[in-house]
């Protein structure tokens, strides 16, 4: 099984990311919607000589921005009361979304934490309150974009990652087969056919045509957070199931990731109901699973991947008893 963490300011020291190998983590992903590829080579160097000491070599997995919407950074952060009013302006989001939003309009911010509800006049209501942060998430249910699969930073992140050493490019919001097409030719392009794709299913549009693509992917990503934003979230276990079925008829590996320890970003010890749910995850087939704000920006990064190793491994033991 491989078991990833993600760069940011809590994990990016020697010490820590030491033990989160050590504890068996196999290596990172690079979310390219804060920083650039060109940017990271100091976090991805520090990667490389912490696995160095547990003998290892990490893996570097990139998340490229794709077809991904998100809030900008003027005027954020900000914090969002329940039950005011605001100007959509002050949410600074993206212009391509702002001609489709019509009163009524729900807009479900950082993976949902935060929710707001389309006004007359250009402003908003808040439903959901929170700190709306730069770079954020921003999904518009029931509205789709025609947005290009890559954008030129993707390209410009695609170029460098065969020299900076990046073993996997997760595509985010993959909507059909064209999407992984046009990153399997531009990682051609680059000299990166060695690298793997992993292919995030985000939307309804990429979970309806997921038998259509599959064959193109190395791996399938069950993405939580912005495939919880699509549905009522009580479907979303039943969706996990069916993708996690599906990936194993058909031989596919697949990934889960976000929220599996998400009480510690700010809590020493993970909730029961998160063990369960990870031991659940490898109990379905899951290949891999990866840990994001945990240890991204949480408080106990090390302790994170320490309890998502240790579960995983139970889960593994327990499936091999019930071989024998």
Request: hydrophobic residues 45%; proline residues 5%.
């Amino acid at each position: 099984m491989e078991i990833y963490g993600t760069f940011g300011p809590s994990c990016t020291r020697l010490d820590v990311l030491t033990e989160m190998f050590e504890a068996g983590m196999c290596g990172l992903r690079l979310n390219l919607s804060h920083r650039s590829l060109a940017e990271s080579r100091e976090w991805l160097d520090l990667a490389q000589k912490a696995a160095g000491a547990c003998g290892r070599t990490s893996q570097i997995l990139m998340d490229l921005q794709g077809p991904e919407l998100r809030v900008g950074t003027e005027g954020l952060p900000l914090e969002l009361r329940e039950g005011e009013t605001l100007p959509l302006s002050a949410l600074c989001l993206p212009q391509v979304l702002l001609p489709h939003l019509q009163p009524g309009q729900a807009l479900l911010l950082d993976d949902g934490k935060l929710q707001v509800v389309v006004q007359p006049e250009n402003s908003c209501l808040v439903l959901r309150g929170g700190t709306l942060l730069p770079r954020k998430s921003v999904a518009a249910p029931g509205v789709e974009l025609s947005l290009p699969t890559l954008t030129a930073e993707d390209h410009e992140n695609l170029r460098l990652a065969p020299q900076m050493g990046v073993t996997g490019v997760m595509q985010s919001f993959v909507r059909g087969r064209e999407d992984l097409l046009a990153l399997r030719e531009a990682l051609k392009q680059y000299g990166g056919e060695h690298i793997r794709i992993f292919a995030k299913v985000e939307n309804r549009q990429g979970l309806e045509t997921l038998l259509d693509w599959i064959d193109l992917a190395d791996c399938v990503v069950i993405a939580r957070g912005d495939l919880g934003n699509a549905m009522p979230l009580w479907q979303l276990p039943a969706i996990q199931k069916g993708i996690a079925a599906l990936c194993i008829a058909r031989g596919k590996p697949f990934m889960v990731v976000t929220q599996l320890l998400a009480s510690m970003e700010s809590r020493a010890v993970p909730t029961r109901a998160e063990v369960s749910d990870v031991f659940n995850a490898v109990l379905d087939g899951a290949w891999a699973l990866m840990l994001t704000g945990e240890t991204a920006a949480g408080a106990y990064p090390a302790e994170a991947m320490t309890y998502l190793c240790n579960t995983a491994v139970e889960a593994m033991r327990f499936l091999q008893m019930g071989k024998e």
